[in-house]
């Protein structure tokens, strides 16, 4: 075995470790660590010449097109207030449970999550839609603040995901099969946290009210109305993909239009919404551009040094199977989930492993989903989950950050039963991409 | 020196505006040609000439201008799970550090992409495809969106320098 390049894999870890432990943007701490190590593996020329045209080559790439428009999407349909409408919606039709805000947030969370791709805006906007009113009716803050951190990673899984975009980016696989991949997991994660949040309401009382309001059927079937932009939307984009009428690059336009269409049509179009949702898709589309390149540099030093195939020849030495690497797959992103951002720990983590998810023959699209779904436990994890802070930072109410903690604990659990699911039946996550048209 | 360096913000200032107003009806475009794009070729069969390549060229006008301009108000993504814990001194330091970090691999940047920028211009580099556009506008463009982004990223270190000297004499004063 070549301990040569296992040592120069370790130092390129620790310093990309060490330069984000002392505030190096997460991107910046990559690229150095992978031009550093290209430099002492390939020689300067190798450095200089990947960092002339890999940048490039990658931020002119069609497939990653499908990025800022799928960002633009989102932030304009949250702007314009398709959320609220949803959600007055689902309220109606779920109102005559128990706990039925903490059920509202969730599927509202789901729906929405087909017209938006980002975790933290859902959950910020569901902070101030729902948190208030759960609140004023007596509900745990901290479960109520829990729930809304947790349905806000739906956005994650249900398509269209910037996860699996990065993912197919950094791994060369099919975009669209990868964004349908996510469809059924959201949907199972969506029922067990209703299901869990049903059952979880019976045995602890003091975490929602009694029942005080019930609506009317009328009341039920007119408020349908107001959720069209949403189902208008996610059809044009998850069935277009689908359909294969639109590949995924072109379905974030085609959903970015769509979204200002509709809000025009609302009469909920103002130059402000456009113009700062235009805005802050450059500027998203900028930092995540860093990271995504500083992981592509910091991947091709890996192979170019040998890292990679002498890790996976010691795998194969020590003969880790499937389960074995999936169990070690689980411990690692539980573990830094607890102390960085999802589309680091995936930059980070993907040069490394994803070779060894090729090499045991694993399907990657399954393990695409096992990942993002463990990113998702990820961002609820204390002490850093950047839900938890994106919720805290949202509200003006006060929620004791031990609560909170406390809350969100069973939602993790409802997350490890549907991730042992999917690993039980790959299937779950495989079904719909081998069957797309 | 104050006046020199307000004449410089203020430039650097209008060049970042300018910078995400292009990235900003750049990234409109594209969402606007893919939209056609899609509807021309599944109702008449007959996709834009050009539309890949405009989308193409035009998201990496998108991604450098953007880069500027997050550069200037430092919105990259950082792990501050240690540095939040630190007293103001320490967290000034790190802020220093990271932006030095930053300064020196986006200077490396700007020097291969001004390579990059220049190649495609001498030979008057033109896109591959039905629509034949020069490209050299496009590598220039990305040339001037991560030089200014260095600026910018050298401005936020200098500022960062400035202002813990600033702190440490004032408290040596105070002492």
Not at chain 2, 24 to 34: C, D, H, M, P, S
């Amino acid at each position: 075995m070549d301990f040569t390049a296992i040592y120069h894999g370790l130092f390129g870890i620790a310093g990309v470790i060490g330069l984000s432990a002392i505030g190096v943007p997460i991107g910046v701490s990559l690229a150095t660590a992978g031009l550093l190590g290209l430099y002492f593996t390939a020689g300067p020329a190798m450095a200089l010449v990947t960092l002339k045209t890999l940048p490039y080559s990658i931020g002119s790439s069609y497939t990653l097109v499908v990025i800022p428009m799928f960002i633009l999407m989102g932030l304009i349909a949250s702007s314009a207030g398709i959320m609220t409408d949803l959600y007055n919606s689902l309220n109606k039709w779920l109102a005559r449970f128990r706990g039925s805000l903490l059920l509202v947030t969730t599927a509202a969370s789901a729906a929405f999550g087909a017209v938006s791709g980002s975790s933290i805006v859902n959950a910020t906007v569901f902070t101030k839609i729902a948190f208030p009113e759960m609140v004023r009716l007596g509900y745990k803050p901290g479960v109520g603040a829990a729930a809304i951190a947790s349905a806000g990673t739906l956005a994650s899984l249900i398509p269209p995901s910037i996860n699996f975009v990065i993912f197919a980016v950094l791994t060369n696989q099919s975009i669209g099969k990868l964004l349908m991949a996510g469809l059924v997991p959201g949907i199972l994660t969506t029922l067990i946290y209703m299901f869990g949040i049903a059952f979880c309401v019976k045995i602890f009382k003091d975490w929602a009210p009694e029942i005080t309001t019930k609506y009317s059927w009328t009341e039920k079937i007119k408020s349908l109305k107001s959720i069209w932009p949403v189902v208008v939307l996610s059809a044009l984009v998850i069935g277009g993909i689908y359909s294969g009428l639109t590949p995924p690059s072109a379905a974030g336009g085609v959903g970015a239009i769509g979204a200002i269409i509709i809000v025009s049509i609302q009469g909920r179009m103002t130059f402000s919404i456009l113009w700062d949702s235009l805005k802050q898709t450059v500027q998203i589309s900028a930092v995540l551009y860093v990271i995504l390149i500083g992981g592509l540099l910091f991947s091709r030093f890996l192979t170019i040094g040998g890292v990679v195939e002498t890790i996976v020849e010691w795998m194969n030495t020590i003969g880790m199977g499937k389960a074995g690497f999936l169990v070690m797959v689980v411990g690692i992103f539980l573990v830094l989930g607890m102390f960085m951002d999802t589309m680091s720990i995936l930059v980070i983590t993907t040069p490394l492993l994803y070779p060894m998810v090729e090499s045991l023959g694993i399907n990657p699209i399954w393990y695409a989903v096992i990942i993002v779904k463990l990113m998702e436990i990820a961002v609820v994890s204390p002490p850093v989950g950047l839900n938890l802070f994106a919720v805290l930072a949202a509200t003006d109410q006060k929620i004791s950050i031990g609560d909170l903690y406390k809350g969100v604990i069973p939602f993790i659990i409802f997350d490890l039963i549907t991730i042992g699911l999917i690993i039980l039946f790959p299937a779950i996550a495989t079904w719909v991409p081998e069957n797309m048209m | 020196m104050r006046a020199i360096y307000d004449f410089f913000e203020s430039i650097l200032k209008g060049i970042s505006w300018l910078a995400i107003t292009v990235a900003a009806f750049i990234t409109l475009a594209i969402a606007v040609i893919g939209t056609l794009d899609i509807i021309t070729t599944n109702v008449i069969a007959s996709p834009i000439s050009g539309a890949f390549e405009l989308s193409e060229s035009g998201l990496i006008i998108l991604l450098f201008f953007g880069l500027a301009v997050t550069s200037r108000s430092g919105s990259h993504i950082k792990v501050d799970i240690l540095t939040s814990r630190l007293p103001v001194r320490g967290q000034k330091i790190c802020d220093a550090i990271g932006y030095l970090f930053t300064s020196v691999l986006f200077s490396f940047w700007t020097q291969q992409m001004y390579f990059l920028a220049l190649k495609s211009f001498k030979i008057r580099e033109t896109a591959n495809g039905l629509l034949q556009y020069p490209i050299y506008i496009v590598k220039i463009a990305a040339f001037l969106g991560i030089l200014i982004a260095t600026i910018e990223t050298l401005r936020r270190l200098l500022l960062s320098i400035a202002e813990f000297i600033k702190k440490n004499s004032c408290e040596e004063r105070r002492d």
